[in-house]
Each structure stands twice: as C-alpha cells, then as structure tokens.
C-alpha cells in the first residue's frame, strides 16, 4: 500500500509540472540573465540608436529585471545578423533589430531562413524618408528632377547604399512615379553618400528625416519631399512627393525579432515590457528627436505585417530587377 502511495505521489508531481503552474513559475523567472540584442548594422546608425536608447532606458527604468546588451554584428545587408539569431533557435535571450533589410536581405541572396524564421515581437515605429540635394543644386523642386531626368534619361544621380535597400528603393518609387530613369550609385554607408551630395559627386540623395533636416540646418542640404502620405509635423515646410504630383511614399519600420521557437510566455514578458518601454518619456523623446511616427505592433500583429512586407518587396524587388 504504501509503494502504490509513493507511485501515485510521483504521479501527481508529474502532472502537476506538465501544468501551466511551471510555466507560470518559468515566465515569471524571465528573464534570469542578460538580454543580448543583436544590431544588424555598425555603431553610429539608425537602428544602433534605437538599439541603445532602448538598452539606456532598461538600465534605467527597468522594464526587465536583466540589463539589455547591445551587440554590432553589421556585414552582408544585414546577412551575417540574420544568420547568427536564427541560429539560436528556441534561445528567448537573443534579440534582432528588424527593419527593411530583415526583409528583403533574405529574398535577394536567396538564404536559407527568412522571416518565419523568427519570433515577433514588436514594431516601434516608422522612419519617412526625405530626398534631398546640395543646396546650391540647380533642383529646387522635384518638377525640375523630373523634367530634367526626362530630357536626360539616366543623368540624374542618386546615391545610396546597397540595391534592395531603402535609399534604392525610394529611387526605384520616384522613377516609377515620375516615368523616368535615374542613375542609381551605391556607396558603403550613408556616410559617403552625405559627403559625396555635398562633395558635388551626386545630384540627389535619401535621408531619415533628423538627419535631412539637421543638414538643412546648418545650410548645406535642401529637402526637396518627403515620402509620406502627409507632411511631417516637425517639418511642416518640406512637401510630400505626393502633393508635388509623384505617387511614391515609402516608410522604414523600426522592429525586433527573437529566434524561432521561443517559449510562448517568454515572448509575451518581451512584449509586455517593451510596450512599457513604448509608453515612457525616453521612447518619446527618442521618436521626437529622429522624426519617426510612433508605429507600435505587438508580436501577433507584427507578424501579419511582416508576411504581408514580404509578399510587397517581392513584387518591388523582382520590377527593381533584383530578383527573377
């Protein structure tokens, strides 16, 4: 009798840790150490200050009881980052900045993982994108762009990064829009293609809006549109393209993805602080300071979004010519 007592005690013990008590207990111990959240591009850009500035405000504010450790790992389009977090299946300690290139990365080099692949967890925001040219350019308005690269197919430079990117595309969207051809040259960073706009070199360049507006500030650059649906509030003086006759807007999302297979309560204790994290001072400063438009999607949203991007850029990226 006593033998049959001890079995039945084991059982009891294990149906009650195959409950949802342990998973209560496990997520409530999530996380127990640091978060690593990989950038997939270098220091200094857009998604590293989205990065750190989340990473700051978690030291500060505690949205987890573990500090958030930012970690470059830039190379590829994105590739290498991409490779790296998929690789860490079922890991909820990793995270990965998710913005267009998460994308469309995956879709021009054919890789063996693309975004369901990936946990979501949140989008944040959006970036608009600005066209800009020196500002002694002959272009004062995008009528002149267009009437010039009409007369002259091919003529009109463009600098950006990487083809597939946000700059390409946004030049791939004004040549579709407008009917025209523009010459697209690629550059390493969005470093070099400031300098070469305001080295002469190229005739037109993209830009996120805080950067656009701080080199019209000091008088080196003129923003010629914006790619929004509506002007930006911080910079209501710059039309849209879309007002200027030109039906191309384009938005940047600014997200984060953890591995696949994450345990379910470990994404929803990610998600539940970074919504808090969305609701502080800082998050709104942050958006304030780079002109993004505040864009939040939880994780089941986000993923819809993301399946749905997917199936635009490929369509976006097979007229680009990119892909067959």
């Given at each position: 009798?006593?033998?049959?007592?001890?079995?039945?005690?084991?059982?009891?013990?294990?149906?009650?840790?195959?409950?949802?008590?342990?998973?209560?207990?496990?997520?409530?111990?999530?996380?127990?150490?640091?978060?690593?959240?990989?950038?997939?591009?270098?220091?200094?850009?857009?998604?590293?200050?989205?990065?750190?500035?989340?990473?700051?405000?978690?030291?500060?504010?505690?949205?987890?009881?573990?500090?958030?450790?930012?970690?470059?790992?830039?190379?590829?389009?994105?590739?290498?980052?991409?490779?790296?977090?998929?690789?860490?299946?079922?890991?909820?300690?990793?995270?990965?900045?998710?913005?267009?290139?998460?994308?469309?990365?995956?879709?021009?080099?054919?890789?063996?993982?693309?975004?369901?692949?990936?946990?979501?967890?949140?989008?944040?925001?959006?970036?608009?994108?600005?066209?800009?040219?020196?500002?002694?350019?002959?272009?004062?308005?995008?009528?002149?762009?267009?009437?010039?690269?009409?007369?002259?197919?091919?003529?009109?430079?463009?600098?950006?990064?990487?083809?597939?990117?946000?700059?390409?595309?946004?030049?791939?969207?004004?040549?579709?829009?407008?009917?025209?051809?523009?010459?697209?040259?690629?550059?390493?960073?969005?470093?070099?293609?400031?300098?070469?706009?305001?080295?002469?070199?190229?005739?037109?360049?993209?830009?996120?809006?805080?950067?656009?507006?701080?080199?019209?500030?000091?008088?080196?650059?003129?923003?010629?549109?914006?790619?929004?649906?509506?002007?930006?509030?911080?910079?209501?003086?710059?039309?849209?393209?879309?007002?200027?006759?030109?039906?191309?807007?384009?938005?940047?999302?600014?997200?984060?993805?953890?591995?696949?297979?994450?345990?379910?309560?470990?994404?929803?204790?990610?998600?539940?602080?970074?919504?808090?994290?969305?609701?502080?001072?800082?998050?709104?400063?942050?958006?304030e300071n780079n002109m993004l438009s505040e864009a939040w999607m939880d994780g089941a949203t986000f993923g819809k979004w993301l399946e749905k991007e997917h199936a635009r850029y490929q369509e976006v990226l097979k007229a680009?010519?990119?892909?067959?």
């Amino acid at each position: 009798m006593k033998t049959f007592r001890m079995v039945g005690l084991f059982v009891l013990a294990a149906m009650l840790a195959a409950t949802p008590f342990a998973t209560v207990a496990e997520a409530a111990s999530f996380p127990e150490k640091p978060i690593q959240l990989i950038v997939h591009a270098g220091a200094g850009g857009g998604s590293d200050i989205f990065a750190r500035t989340l990473a700051a405000a978690n030291d500060k504010d505690k949205y987890f009881p573990q500090p958030i450790v930012v970690e470059n790992k830039p190379g590829g389009s994105g590739a290498i980052a991409f490779a790296y977090v998929a690789g860490k299946k079922g890991d909820p300690y990793f995270l990965l900045t998710a913005v267009t290139s998460f994308i469309t990365t995956p879709i021009i080099r054919k890789a063996q993982f693309d975004y369901k692949d990936f946990t979501p967890i949140a989008n944040f925001a959006f970036d608009e994108y600005m066209l800009m040219v020196k500002a002694d350019s002959k272009f004062k308005t995008m009528k002149d762009v267009v009437e010039y690269a009409k007369a002259n197919p091919a003529k009109v430079t463009v600098g950006g990064t990487q083809l597939g990117s946000s700059d390409s595309i946004c030049s791939y969207l004004i040549e579709k829009a407008a009917g025209v051809k523009l010459n697209y040259i690629v550059f390493n960073s969005g470093g070099e293609v400031n300098a070469a706009l305001l080295g002469g070199h190229i005739d037109l360049a993209v830009s996120n809006p805080g950067e656009a507006l701080e080199l019209a500030k000091a008088n080196k650059i003129r923003n010629l549109g914006v790619f929004a649906e509506k002007r930006l509030a911080g910079a209501p003086d710059v039309p849209t393209l879309k007002e200027q006759g030109l039906d191309a807007t384009y938005v940047q999302n600014r997200g984060l993805v953890a591995p696949g297979g994450i345990p379910a309560d470990a994404r929803k204790v990610l998600e539940a602080g970074l919504q808090k994290y969305t609701q502080s001072a800082t998050f709104k400063q942050y958006v304030e300071n780079n002109m993004l438009s505040e864009a939040w999607m939880d994780g089941a949203t986000f993923g819809k979004w993301l399946e749905k991007e997917h199936a635009r850029y490929q369509e976006v990226l097979k007229a680009m010519g990119l892909i067959k």
